[in-house]
């Protein structure tokens, strides 16, 4: 029931997006980036309650993350951001009172390593996937229950990674889940590489501490990480030229039962927002409610 749901939810955003028109066309090349838009100079606050929670991990480690909760009522809808969360903070303000006012969900962001106030709490250490996924499944373990995801580009390989039983249902925009193939890809393209690089000093600027290179940010994160079997419902979806993470690299997740990938013929890396407006990421969710729901 959850795969055809979410399959639906696809041809729905699918419909959306190529009915915006003409001047939307030349994106579909790729050249579309980010999804910085108009919701950018909105702050987070809007929105979210920001805490910092001490969570003890595997191996009995404790590390302290940011998350920010915009309370409904249950199920909890997680937005699992990509690596430079911090730059979209007024896109994620929309899309936590949408995912409120329609599904009236409790939203959860959780930030990643490289959104600045994390990056500040932990003293400018360079993240692991593997260690973020171990983070993210401590986090939900204090939930009432099973939330789904709201996955964006490198949060993806996060919420995949995650434990068994973590999430009801994920739904991933442009889902960056091989680090290795988005250097590659990074490398081919100077002029994107160049801009990456810009963002990616900004991230660590924010949080008063010094850039490592882009590289070694990448190396980081995939050094103890491979994609694992989902083990939720999975929605996919991605541009068929994202100029960022690479459609072929999505290859291996198809072949798994339950995962349904749907590639869009415009939108570049995470560009969606800009064309259809927050209430696209919304979208599976209010078709899909979770079975959790109380």
């Given at each position: 029931?959850?795969?055809r749901?979410?399959?639906r939810?696809?041809r ?5 997006i ?10 579909g ?5 980010t999804?910085?838009?108009?919701y950018?100079?909105?702050p ?9 929670v001490a969570?003890e991990t ?5 590390v302290?993350r ?7 009522s249950?199920?909890a809808?997680l937005i699992?951001?990509?690596?430079y ?8 303000s929309?899309?936590?009172e ?6 009236g969900?409790s939203?959860?962001?959780?930030e990643?390593r490289?959104?600045g106030?994390?990056?500040?709490l932990?003293r400018?250490?360079?993240p ?11 986090i ?7 939330p789904?995801a709201l996955a ?9 990674a995650a434990?068994?039983?973590t ?6 925009w442009s889902?960056a889940?091989d680090i290795?193939?988005?250097a ?5 393209r100077?002029l ?14 924010s949080?008063?501490v ?9 190396q ?7 994609l694992?079997t989902?083990h939720?419902?999975l ?6 030229r994202?100029p960022v993470?690479p459609l072929?690299?999505?290859a291996?997740l ?11 013929q ?11 407006g927050?209430?696209?990421y919304v979208a599976?969710?209010?078709q899909a409610?979770?079975s959790s729901?109380?």
């Amino acid at each position: 029931m959850a795969a055809r749901e979410l399959r639906r939810a696809g041809r729905t955003i699918e419909a959306a997006i190529a009915a915006r028109g003409r001047w939307w066309r030349p994106w579909g090349r790729g050249l579309w980036a980010t999804a910085r838009t108009s919701y950018a100079p909105r702050p987070l606050a809007a929105a979210f309650e920001q805490r910092v929670v001490a969570l003890e991990t595997g191996g009995g480690a404790r590390v302290r993350r940011r998350v920010a909760v915009a309370r409904g009522s249950r199920p909890a809808l997680l937005i699992v951001p990509g690596l430079y969360a911090s730059l979209d903070e007024g896109l994620f303000s929309h899309i936590a009172e949408l995912a409120l006012a329609k599904t009236g969900r409790s939203v959860v962001l959780v930030e990643d390593r490289l959104a600045g106030p994390t990056l500040a709490l932990n003293r400018g250490e360079v993240p692991r996937l593997r260690q973020m996924a171990d983070e993210l499944a401590a986090i939900v373990a204090t939930l009432d229950a099973r939330p789904d995801a709201l996955a964006l580009s490198a949060g993806a390989a996060v919420a995949l990674a995650a434990a068994e039983r973590t999430f009801e249902r994920i739904v991933a925009w442009s889902a960056a889940v091989d680090i290795g193939a988005v250097a590659r890809q990074l490398g081919d393209r100077p002029l994107l590489r160049r801009y990456y690089e810009r963002v990616h000093c900004r991230a660590f600027a924010s949080a008063g501490v010094a850039a490592p290179p882009l590289g070694a940010v990448q190396q980081a994160l995939a050094s103890d990480h491979s994609l694992a079997t989902p083990h939720a419902p999975l929605l996919l979806l991605h541009a068929a030229r994202d100029p960022v993470a690479p459609l072929a690299a999505l290859a291996p997740l198809a072949r798994h039962p339950g995962v349904i990938v749907h590639v869009l013929q415009a939108g570049g890396h995470l560009g969606f927002g800009a064309v259809a407006g927050p209430e696209i990421y919304v979208a599976p969710f209010v078709q899909a409610p979770s079975s959790s729901v109380s």
